[in-house]
């Protein structure tokens, strides 16, 4: 496998033929080449479609919400960056995304305390709009999401030829979920900006039928990921990339938003364990990265990667993460860790 080798289309893998032992090992196959060339998959069959049918159906109404019922579960009154954020709120690369959204978290977290660092304030209970039926649909869909998510975590370790519970011990407590609308918008505008995932290990999305969603290759070409009726598009954040040294690298992605019509999202990240130290992710890498078989020049060149996921600047991977938040929506940031804003708003990596 050559770290040369590109993609000018994402790949299909079909979950029943993962399930299936006859099947299987084409498809773990199948699987490996998708996660090592492209960083990008489509999932199909893989049980969620009703669900996704039934939470899409939901997503006008309560974007459609007055302001002020949206605004009392707006995220500026959620030190976990949980909750409604309006349109023009959130920037990447720099720019205003042309987007709203409610990010939601996995339930039941414990509630922070002053004796415990910082950035485990980000597992927080969310908020919800008030409308009847949405809490419920909502975890639902984030303890669905969860077991697929984490079964899929086990068959990318097999494709890897590594133990199936490999990657199970980074998993963190809190998952998250959005839901996404992209209003229609001038030509060119910024949807969501050149970005890879940082938030945790994958991400399985589900898009409607407008288009929009592109990926980088390695030639430097946006390629189109249009939509597959049923399907999960899945990729690999900076927690993945940097437990594996590199190896198995997460994908640049943006959005085009939509010039004809209303776009609707609907992404699920698997999250990363908060405390994950520089230190261990460095040892783990070296030995998850020996024992995956590759060239011993790919091997070489992926352990010394450089990741945004965990930089020296930072003692874990929460700090890491509660610096992206605080940037991403400044006036969160300010409003809760307004010294922290300071000091990272002017922080050069």
Not at 52 to 71: C, G, M, Q, S, Y
Not at 284 to 300: F, G, L, N, Y
Not at 323 to 341: A, C, F, M, T
Request: charged share 25%; with cysteine.
């Amino acid at each position: 496998m050559s770290n040369t080798t590109t993609f000018s289309s994402i790949p299909i893998i079909d979950w029943r033929r993962l399930q299936n032992p006859a099947t299987k090992p084409d498809a773990l196959g199948d699987l490996r080449e998708a996660i090592f060339v492209v960083g990008f998959l489509y999932l199909t069959n893989h049980g969620l479609e009703d669900l996704i049918r039934t939470a899409h159906a939901k997503l006008p109404k309560l974007f459609d919400l007055p302001t002020e019922v949206k605004n009392k579960c707006d995220m500026i009154n959620s030190p976990s960056f949980v909750g409604y954020t309006r349109l023009g709120a959130e920037t990447t690369a720099s720019k205003t995304d042309l987007r709203e959204q409610y990010d939601f978290g996995t339930p039941g977290m414990n509630k922070w305390s002053e004796s415990e660092d910082i950035w485990w304030r980000l597992e927080g209970e969310s908020q919800y709009p008030d409308v009847a039926g949405v809490k419920e649909l909502v975890e639902e869909y984030i303890s669905k999401s969860a077991e697929l998510s984490q079964q899929f975590m086990r068959y990318v370790s097999e494709s890897l030829s590594l133990p199936p519970d490999t990657f199970a011990s980074f998993k963190g407590n809190m998952d998250r979920l959005k839901f996404v609308k992209y209003p229609q918008s001038p030509p060119d505008s910024q949807g969501v900006g050149p970005h890879k995932d940082s938030a945790g290990l994958f991400t399985f999305l589900s898009q409607d039928d407008t288009g929009g969603l592109q990926v980088l290759n390695k030639n430097g070409t946006w390629i189109d990921a249009p939509p597959i009726e049923g399907s999960l598009v899945v990729n690999i954040q900076q927690g993945l990339e940097a437990i594996t040294g590199g190896i198995c690298a997460a994908t640049t992605h943006r959005v085009i938003a939509p010039t004809t019509k209303t776009r609707y999202s609907i992404p699920f990240f698997l999250g990363v364990r908060m405390d994950l130290t520089l230190e261990e992710l460095r040892e783990s890498a070296a030995h998850i990265v020996a024992r995956i078989p590759v060239s011993d020049d790919q091997k070489k060149r992926a352990v010394d990667v450089p990741s945004e996921f965990l930089s020296p600047l930072y003692s874990c991977f929460g700090e890491a993460y509660l610096r992206n938040r605080i940037l991403s929506h400044p006036d969160v940031g300010q409003k809760w860790y307004p010294e922290l804003y300071e000091k990272y708003s002017k922080q050069v990596l």
